[in-house]
């Protein structure tokens, strides 16, 4: 969704000011390096938390093991379920988690399709189902 929608928005947009324009492979490189700068302190906050949340502090873990995790943190768990989604029991809960893995290489699948079509011929995703 994210290559047609910045493709079919462009120019369009209060965001970047319409400066971002072209194929989607070319967006990262137009961003104003204000953007990445602020992206990344947030994710880095963000990490941090999760850290936080997830692993036990470094005093408290034996030397030979590095990187322990809570007993009661599940990976991916930080607490945020504002819509109550997250299933119930540990094996709803296993199944969602490995729906969720296999969306997400599926996505990234066909990212890398739109992103070796761009680089191919230099045309957008949209420029190719409406030609």
């Known amino acids: 969704v994210g290559f047609l929608a910045g493709e079919a928005v462009e120019s369009k947009t209060f965001i970047f ?3 971002v324009t072209g194929p989607a ?3 990262l490189a137009q961003v104003n390096p204000v953007f990445w700068v602020l992206l990344t302190a947030g994710i880095g906050a963000s990490e941090i938390q999760r ?3 997830g692993f036990v502090e470094p005093e408290n873990v034996p030397y030979d093991q590095p990187g322990q995790l809570r007993e009661k ?5 930080l607490g945020f379920d504002p819509l109550s989604l997250m299933p119930t029991t540990e094996k709803e809960l296993m199944e969602m988690q490995t729906k969720e893995l296999q969306n997400g290489r599926l996505a990234m699948i066909a990212a890398a399709g739109f992103l070796a079509q761009e680089l191919a011929d230099g045309k957008g995703i949209l420029e190719h189902i409406f030609a």
């Open 17 to 19: 000011n319409g400066e």
């Open 25 to 27: 492979i070319t967006h």
């Open 51 to 53: 850290a936080k949340i």
């Open 73 to 77: 943190y599940i990976p991916g768990d």
